[in-house]
Protein backbone atom coordinates (compact mmCIF):
# COMPACT_ATOMS: atom_id res chain seq x y z
CA UNK A 1 0.00 0.00 0.00
CA UNK A 2 3.00 2.69 0.88
CA UNK A 3 4.16 2.15 -2.19
CA UNK A 4 0.96 3.06 -4.27
CA UNK A 5 0.78 5.53 -2.12
CA UNK A 6 3.80 7.63 -2.75
CA UNK A 7 3.09 6.43 -6.25
CA UNK A 8 -0.25 9.05 -6.49
CA UNK A 9 1.06 11.48 -4.80
CA UNK A 10 3.76 11.95 -6.36
CA UNK A 11 1.58 11.59 -10.05
CA UNK A 12 -0.97 14.44 -8.03
CA UNK A 13 1.52 16.61 -7.13
CA UNK A 14 2.92 17.35 -10.51
CA UNK A 15 -0.07 18.42 -11.79
CA UNK A 16 -0.42 22.51 -11.72
CA UNK A 17 -4.20 22.83 -10.40
CA UNK A 18 -4.15 26.39 -8.43
CA UNK A 19 -7.07 28.13 -7.94
CA UNK A 20 -7.49 31.84 -8.42
CA UNK A 21 -9.19 34.30 -6.77
CA UNK A 22 -10.09 36.55 -9.21
CA UNK A 23 -11.71 34.05 -11.26
CA UNK A 24 -16.20 33.84 -11.36
CA UNK A 25 -15.87 30.13 -13.44
CA UNK A 26 -15.63 27.01 -11.51
CA UNK A 27 -13.34 25.81 -11.50
CA UNK A 28 -11.79 28.99 -11.47
CA UNK A 29 -8.71 28.10 -13.46
CA UNK A 30 -8.65 25.58 -16.71
CA UNK A 31 -6.27 23.38 -15.43
CA UNK A 32 -8.24 22.00 -12.21
CA UNK A 33 -9.66 20.26 -14.77
CA UNK A 34 -6.51 18.17 -15.47
CA UNK A 35 -7.02 16.86 -11.88
CA UNK A 36 -10.18 16.13 -12.00
CA UNK A 37 -10.36 14.16 -15.61
CA UNK A 38 -7.06 11.98 -14.18
CA UNK A 39 -9.44 11.72 -10.58
CA UNK A 40 -12.97 10.50 -12.51
CA UNK A 41 -10.50 8.23 -15.18
CA UNK A 42 -8.56 6.66 -12.17
CA UNK A 43 -11.67 5.72 -10.06
CA UNK A 44 -13.04 4.17 -12.86
CA UNK A 45 -10.07 1.75 -13.42
CA UNK A 46 -9.97 0.72 -9.46
CA UNK A 47 -14.11 -0.42 -9.85
CA UNK A 48 -15.59 2.04 -8.01
CA UNK A 49 -19.81 2.67 -9.29
CA UNK A 50 -21.11 5.65 -9.82
CA UNK A 51 -17.96 7.50 -10.91
CA UNK A 52 -19.66 10.92 -12.52
CA UNK A 53 -17.89 14.24 -12.81
CA UNK A 54 -20.12 16.90 -12.66
CA UNK A 55 -20.21 20.42 -14.68
CA UNK A 56 -18.63 22.19 -11.97
CA UNK A 57 -15.71 19.81 -12.22
CA UNK A 58 -16.63 17.98 -8.83
CA UNK A 59 -16.25 14.13 -9.04
CA UNK A 60 -17.89 11.87 -7.08
CA UNK A 61 -17.77 7.94 -6.64
CA UNK A 62 -19.32 5.26 -4.48
CA UNK A 63 -17.89 2.24 -3.15
CA UNK A 64 -20.73 0.36 -2.66
CA UNK A 65 -21.72 -1.92 0.99
CA UNK A 66 -20.46 -5.47 1.37
CA UNK A 67 -22.59 -6.58 4.08
CA UNK A 68 -26.24 -7.38 4.44
CA UNK A 69 -26.82 -4.79 7.47
CA UNK A 70 -28.20 -1.36 7.10
CA UNK A 71 -25.31 0.92 7.38
CA UNK A 72 -25.07 4.71 7.43
CA UNK A 73 -23.32 6.05 4.44
CA UNK A 74 -20.52 7.74 5.10
CA UNK A 75 -18.05 9.83 2.65
CA UNK A 76 -14.44 10.97 2.41
CA UNK A 77 -13.62 14.21 0.78
CA UNK A 78 -11.01 16.14 -0.37
CA UNK A 79 -10.14 19.20 -2.54
CA UNK A 80 -7.56 19.06 -5.53
CA UNK A 81 -6.31 22.56 -6.14
CA UNK A 82 -3.49 24.54 -4.91
CA UNK A 83 -3.47 28.08 -3.55
CA UNK A 84 -2.57 30.84 -5.52
CA UNK A 85 -0.20 32.47 -2.67
CA UNK A 86 2.52 30.49 -4.00
CA UNK A 87 3.90 28.87 -7.30
CA UNK A 88 2.27 25.67 -7.68
CA UNK A 89 3.64 24.90 -11.54
CA UNK A 90 6.73 22.65 -12.22
CA UNK A 91 6.24 20.80 -8.62
CA UNK A 92 9.72 19.00 -8.67
CA UNK A 93 9.29 16.53 -5.32
CA UNK A 94 11.89 15.48 -3.91
CA UNK A 95 12.02 12.23 -1.69
CA UNK A 96 14.50 11.49 1.39
CA UNK A 97 14.37 8.42 2.77
CA UNK A 98 15.61 7.40 6.34
CA UNK A 99 16.00 10.93 7.04
CA UNK A 100 18.58 11.51 9.61
CA UNK A 101 16.83 14.79 11.78
CA UNK A 102 19.25 17.27 10.34
CA UNK A 103 19.01 19.53 7.70
CA UNK A 104 17.93 19.31 4.44
CA UNK A 105 18.76 21.40 1.56
CA UNK A 106 15.76 22.33 -1.02
CA UNK A 107 17.68 24.33 -3.18
CA UNK A 108 21.46 25.31 -2.55
CA UNK A 109 21.50 28.02 -5.39
CA UNK A 110 18.59 29.91 -3.53
CA UNK A 111 20.43 28.68 -0.09
CA UNK A 112 16.94 27.17 0.84
CA UNK A 113 16.87 25.02 3.56
CA UNK A 114 14.77 22.90 5.60
CA UNK A 115 15.92 23.09 9.34
CA UNK A 116 14.78 21.80 12.53
CA UNK A 117 16.47 24.70 13.92
CA UNK A 118 13.64 26.77 12.52
CA UNK A 119 10.74 23.88 11.92
CA UNK A 120 11.77 21.65 14.93
CA UNK A 121 8.87 19.28 14.64
CA UNK A 122 11.23 17.86 12.23
CA UNK A 123 13.07 15.68 14.48
CA UNK A 124 10.13 13.30 15.16
CA UNK A 125 10.52 12.56 11.69
CA UNK A 126 13.85 10.78 11.96
CA UNK A 127 13.87 7.47 10.39
CA UNK A 128 11.03 8.34 7.98
CA UNK A 129 10.70 8.91 4.35
CA UNK A 130 9.67 12.99 3.90
CA UNK A 131 7.99 14.28 0.55
CA UNK A 132 9.39 17.99 0.45
CA UNK A 133 9.91 20.51 -2.83
CA UNK A 134 13.05 21.57 -4.75
CA UNK A 135 12.84 25.10 -2.83
CA UNK A 136 10.99 26.82 -6.29
CA UNK A 137 7.61 25.83 -5.55
CA UNK A 138 5.29 24.69 -3.15
CA UNK A 139 4.70 20.80 -2.99
CA UNK A 140 0.50 20.31 -3.17
CA UNK A 141 0.51 18.43 0.08
CA UNK A 142 -2.60 20.54 1.00
CA UNK A 143 -4.56 18.47 -0.39
CA UNK A 144 -3.21 16.12 -2.88
CA UNK A 145 -1.82 13.92 0.58
CA UNK A 146 -5.71 14.08 1.19
CA UNK A 147 -6.76 13.18 -2.32
CA UNK A 148 -4.41 10.09 -2.30
CA UNK A 149 -5.01 8.84 0.86
CA UNK A 150 -8.47 8.28 -0.12
CA UNK A 151 -7.93 6.65 -3.50
CA UNK A 152 -5.10 4.39 -1.86
CA UNK A 153 -8.28 3.05 1.05
CA UNK A 154 -10.69 2.88 -1.72
CA UNK A 155 -8.64 0.98 -3.97
CA UNK A 156 -7.30 -1.64 -0.10
CA UNK A 157 -11.33 -1.80 0.41
CA UNK A 158 -12.18 -3.13 -3.32
CA UNK A 159 -8.71 -5.54 -2.86
CA UNK A 160 -9.68 -6.99 0.63
CA UNK A 161 -13.50 -7.76 0.68
CA UNK A 162 -13.01 -9.60 3.80
CA UNK A 163 -12.92 -6.15 5.34
CA UNK A 164 -16.40 -5.56 6.76
CA UNK A 165 -18.25 -1.94 5.46
CA UNK A 166 -21.26 -0.09 4.18
CA UNK A 167 -21.61 2.12 1.59
CA UNK A 168 -18.91 4.81 0.89
CA UNK A 169 -18.75 7.58 -0.97
CA UNK A 170 -16.14 9.79 -2.22
CA UNK A 171 -16.04 13.08 -3.57
CA UNK A 172 -12.97 15.38 -5.13
CA UNK A 173 -13.45 19.37 -5.38
CA UNK A 174 -12.42 22.30 -6.64
CA UNK A 175 -11.75 25.73 -5.25
CA UNK A 176 -11.12 25.01 -1.57
CA UNK A 177 -8.10 27.19 -1.57
CA UNK A 178 -9.84 30.44 -2.35
CA UNK A 179 -13.09 29.68 0.07
CA UNK A 180 -15.58 27.92 -2.41
CA UNK A 181 -14.91 24.38 -2.74
CA UNK A 182 -18.48 23.56 -1.09
CA UNK A 183 -19.93 26.27 -2.59
CA UNK A 184 -21.46 24.34 -6.17
CA UNK A 185 -21.37 20.69 -3.93
CA UNK A 186 -24.75 18.73 -4.06
CA UNK A 187 -25.11 17.73 -1.07
CA UNK A 188 -28.68 15.43 -1.54
CA UNK A 189 -26.53 14.25 -4.75
CA UNK A 190 -23.59 12.93 -2.49
CA UNK A 191 -26.16 11.28 0.09
CA UNK A 192 -24.39 10.46 2.97
CA UNK A 193 -25.38 11.28 6.50
CA UNK A 194 -22.14 12.50 7.22
CA UNK A 195 -18.22 12.74 6.13
CA UNK A 196 -14.94 13.55 6.69
CA UNK A 197 -12.55 15.98 5.10
CA UNK A 198 -9.12 14.64 4.37
CA UNK A 199 -7.27 18.43 5.27
CA UNK A 200 -6.09 18.46 7.94
CA UNK A 201 -2.37 18.74 9.20
CA UNK A 202 0.12 16.88 11.63
CA UNK A 203 -0.77 13.05 12.53
CA UNK A 204 -3.60 12.80 15.16
CA UNK A 205 -5.30 15.81 14.44
CA UNK A 206 -9.40 15.67 14.41
CA UNK A 207 -10.93 19.35 13.95
CA UNK A 208 -14.41 20.28 14.17
CA UNK A 209 -13.77 24.07 15.59
CA UNK A 210 -13.02 26.77 12.61
CA UNK A 211 -13.07 30.27 12.45
CA UNK A 212 -15.85 32.24 11.69
CA UNK A 213 -14.62 34.43 8.87
CA UNK A 214 -15.26 37.58 6.49
CA UNK A 215 -13.50 38.98 3.96
CA UNK A 216 -13.09 42.92 3.12
CA UNK A 217 -12.31 45.29 0.70
CA UNK A 218 -11.31 48.77 1.37
CA UNK A 219 -11.34 51.54 -0.93
CA UNK A 220 -10.03 54.53 -0.23
CA UNK A 221 -10.20 57.37 -2.96
CA UNK A 222 -8.26 60.54 -2.55
CA UNK A 223 -7.88 63.95 -4.29
CA UNK A 224 -5.31 64.48 -6.31
CA UNK A 225 -3.57 67.88 -6.52
CA UNK A 226 -0.31 69.34 -7.88
CA UNK A 227 2.28 68.75 -5.00
CA UNK A 228 2.96 72.11 -4.94
CA UNK A 229 -0.18 73.62 -4.84
CA UNK A 230 -1.88 71.15 -2.35
CA UNK A 231 -1.98 72.65 1.21
CA UNK A 232 -5.60 72.10 2.55
CA UNK A 233 -6.44 70.48 -0.86
CA UNK A 234 -4.89 66.93 -0.82
CA UNK A 235 -6.45 64.08 0.19
CA UNK A 236 -3.26 61.54 0.00
CA UNK A 237 -5.50 58.09 -0.05
CA UNK A 238 -1.94 56.27 0.93
CA UNK A 239 -1.96 58.46 4.12
CA UNK A 240 -5.76 57.42 5.04
CA UNK A 241 -4.75 53.58 4.35
CA UNK A 242 -2.44 54.34 6.73
CA UNK A 243 -4.54 55.62 9.59
CA UNK A 244 -6.33 52.96 8.90
CA UNK A 245 -4.38 50.41 9.21
CA UNK A 246 -3.34 51.86 12.33
CA UNK A 247 -6.73 52.17 14.37
CA UNK A 248 -6.46 48.55 14.93
CA UNK A 249 -4.54 46.67 17.87
CA UNK A 250 -0.88 45.62 16.76
CA UNK A 251 -1.09 42.55 18.83
CA UNK A 252 -4.97 40.94 17.01
CA UNK A 253 -2.37 40.11 13.75
CA UNK A 254 -2.01 36.17 12.63
CA UNK A 255 2.11 36.83 13.75
CA UNK A 256 0.67 37.46 17.31
CA UNK A 257 -2.51 35.13 18.17
CA UNK A 258 -2.74 31.06 17.97
CA UNK A 259 -5.28 28.92 19.87
CA UNK A 260 -8.60 30.60 19.96
CA UNK A 261 -7.13 34.18 19.39
CA UNK A 262 -8.97 36.03 16.74
CA UNK A 263 -7.19 38.61 14.42
CA UNK A 264 -7.42 41.35 11.65
CA UNK A 265 -5.02 40.56 8.56
CA UNK A 266 -4.44 42.70 5.81
CA UNK A 267 -3.48 40.38 2.55
CA UNK A 268 -3.00 42.89 -0.12
CA UNK A 269 -2.16 46.61 -0.65
CA UNK A 270 -2.15 48.66 -3.41
CA UNK A 271 -2.51 52.68 -4.13
CA UNK A 272 -1.59 55.82 -5.40
CA UNK A 273 -2.53 59.55 -4.53
CA UNK A 274 -5.95 59.45 -5.60
CA UNK A 275 -6.78 55.74 -4.79
CA UNK A 276 -5.66 52.88 -2.55
CA UNK A 277 -6.90 49.33 -2.04
CA UNK A 278 -6.32 47.07 0.59
CA UNK A 279 -7.90 43.40 0.92
CA UNK A 280 -8.31 42.23 4.91
CA UNK A 281 -9.64 38.73 6.22
CA UNK A 282 -11.31 38.68 10.01
CA UNK A 283 -11.16 35.71 11.84
CA UNK A 284 -12.44 34.80 14.91
CA UNK A 285 -14.02 31.65 16.87
CA UNK A 286 -16.51 33.36 18.85
CA UNK A 287 -19.46 34.33 16.57
CA UNK A 288 -19.91 37.63 18.93
CA UNK A 289 -16.79 38.38 18.99
CA UNK A 290 -16.62 37.53 15.40
CA UNK A 291 -19.91 40.24 15.15
CA UNK A 292 -17.77 42.49 17.45
CA UNK A 293 -14.95 42.95 15.09
CA UNK A 294 -16.99 43.55 11.58
CA UNK A 295 -18.78 46.03 13.91
CA UNK A 296 -15.54 48.09 14.51
CA UNK A 297 -14.01 47.41 10.92
CA UNK A 298 -16.98 49.40 9.83
CA UNK A 299 -16.37 52.12 12.28
CA UNK A 300 -12.83 52.39 11.62
CA UNK A 301 -14.07 53.87 8.10
CA UNK A 302 -17.04 55.79 9.58
CA UNK A 303 -14.82 57.56 11.98
CA UNK A 304 -12.48 58.85 9.23
CA UNK A 305 -15.07 59.59 6.89
CA UNK A 306 -16.52 61.85 9.35
CA UNK A 307 -13.95 64.35 9.07
CA UNK A 308 -14.39 64.89 5.23
CA UNK A 309 -17.44 66.37 3.16
CA UNK A 310 -17.26 62.89 1.21
CA UNK A 311 -16.89 59.43 2.02
CA UNK A 312 -13.14 58.53 0.80
CA UNK A 313 -13.03 54.87 2.96
CA UNK A 314 -15.48 52.26 1.11
CA UNK A 315 -15.82 49.16 2.81
CA UNK A 316 -17.34 45.80 0.59
CA UNK A 317 -17.24 43.01 3.69
CA UNK A 318 -19.35 39.39 3.06
CA UNK A 319 -19.26 36.96 4.80
CA UNK A 320 -17.01 33.57 4.39
CA UNK A 321 -17.59 30.58 6.45
CA UNK A 322 -18.94 29.81 10.29
CA UNK A 323 -17.31 27.97 12.83
CA UNK A 324 -18.74 24.53 12.10
CA UNK A 325 -18.53 23.18 16.03
CA UNK A 326 -22.67 24.61 15.94
CA UNK A 327 -23.62 21.70 13.40
CA UNK A 328 -21.44 18.79 14.62
CA UNK A 329 -22.26 19.19 18.32
CA UNK A 330 -25.40 17.95 18.18
CA UNK A 331 -23.69 14.95 16.12
CA UNK A 332 -20.74 14.00 18.21
CA UNK A 333 -20.59 10.02 17.44
CA UNK A 334 -18.66 11.18 13.93
CA UNK A 335 -16.03 12.59 16.45
CA UNK A 336 -16.10 9.70 18.47
CA UNK A 337 -16.24 7.08 16.00
CA UNK A 338 -12.71 8.59 14.90
CA UNK A 339 -11.54 8.54 18.53
CA UNK A 340 -11.91 5.54 18.74
CA UNK A 341 -10.82 4.20 15.07
CA UNK A 342 -7.43 6.38 15.84
CA UNK A 343 -6.66 4.72 19.16
CA UNK A 344 -7.32 1.16 17.94
CA UNK A 345 -4.64 2.08 15.20
CA UNK A 346 -2.14 3.44 18.03
CA UNK A 347 -2.93 7.12 17.21
CA UNK A 348 -3.16 9.54 19.52
CA UNK A 349 -6.04 11.95 19.12
CA UNK A 350 -5.42 15.96 19.16
CA UNK A 351 -8.64 17.60 19.34
CA UNK A 352 -8.30 21.09 18.02
CA UNK A 353 -9.27 24.30 16.51
CA UNK A 354 -8.67 24.95 12.69
CA UNK A 355 -6.76 28.48 12.65
CA UNK A 356 -8.47 28.54 8.86
CA UNK A 357 -10.85 27.28 6.98
CA UNK A 358 -12.19 23.81 5.62
CA UNK A 359 -14.66 22.78 2.90
CA UNK A 360 -16.11 21.11 6.19
CA UNK A 361 -17.45 23.98 7.42
CA UNK A 362 -19.77 25.10 4.62
CA UNK A 363 -20.88 21.50 4.28
CA UNK A 364 -21.73 20.92 7.90
CA UNK A 365 -23.78 24.80 7.51
CA UNK A 366 -25.36 22.38 4.50
CA UNK A 367 -26.80 19.67 5.92
CA UNK A 368 -23.24 17.59 5.98
CA UNK A 369 -21.82 17.03 9.45
CA UNK A 370 -18.58 17.06 7.89
CA UNK A 371 -15.30 17.22 10.57
CA UNK A 372 -11.47 17.64 9.79
CA UNK A 373 -8.81 14.81 9.90
CA UNK A 374 -5.19 14.71 9.69
CA UNK A 375 -3.74 14.37 5.63
CA UNK A 376 -0.34 14.36 6.94
CA UNK A 377 1.27 17.53 5.67
CA UNK A 378 3.07 20.16 7.36
CA UNK A 379 4.32 23.68 6.41
CA UNK A 380 1.22 24.34 3.46
CA UNK A 381 1.23 27.30 0.90
CA UNK A 382 5.38 27.47 0.43
CA UNK A 383 8.66 26.33 -0.87
CA UNK A 384 9.28 24.69 3.38
CA UNK A 385 6.47 22.33 2.68
CA UNK A 386 7.01 18.34 3.30
CA UNK A 387 4.84 15.36 3.84
CA UNK A 388 6.03 11.96 5.80
CA UNK A 389 4.81 8.92 3.93
CA UNK A 390 4.49 7.09 7.04
CA UNK A 391 2.06 9.66 7.84
CA UNK A 392 0.10 9.48 4.56
CA UNK A 393 0.26 5.63 5.62
CA UNK A 394 -1.51 6.35 9.01
CA UNK A 395 -4.22 8.40 6.89
CA UNK A 396 -4.60 6.13 4.41
CA UNK A 397 -5.19 3.08 7.61
CA UNK A 398 -7.68 5.42 9.22
CA UNK A 399 -10.04 5.86 6.57
CA UNK A 400 -10.04 2.00 6.64
CA UNK A 401 -10.68 2.06 10.40
CA UNK A 402 -13.11 4.44 10.10
CA UNK A 403 -14.93 2.59 7.29
CA UNK A 404 -14.81 -0.90 9.20
CA UNK A 405 -15.59 0.78 12.36
CA UNK A 406 -19.13 2.10 10.71
CA UNK A 407 -19.99 -1.06 9.75
CA UNK A 408 -19.29 -3.12 13.51
CA UNK A 409 -21.00 0.20 15.33
CA UNK A 410 -23.76 1.40 13.54
CA UNK A 411 -24.82 -1.93 11.55
CA UNK A 412 -28.35 -3.08 12.39
Not at 113 to 130: A, H, I, N, R
Amino acid sequence: MKNQLLERFLRYVKIDSQSDPESETTPSTEKQWNMAKLLKEELEQLGMEEVEMDEHGYVFATLPSNVDKKVPVIGFIAHYDTTPDYNGAGVNPQIHENYDGGEIVLNREKNMVLSPDYFPELKKFKGQTLITTDGTTLLGADDKAGVAEIMTAMDYLLKHPEIKHGKIRVAFNPDEEIGRGAHKFDVEKFGAEWSYTMDGSDVGELEFENFNAAGAKVIITGKSVHPGYAKDKMINSILLANEFMSAFPKDEVPERTEGYEGFYHILSINGTTEKTEMYYIIRDFDKENFERRKKFFLEVAEKINSRFDYDPVQVEMKDQYYNMREKIEPNMHVIEMVEESMKELGIEPKIKPIRGGTDGAQLSFKGLPCPNIFAGGLNFHGPYEYVPLESMQKATDLIVKIAEKTAEKFGK
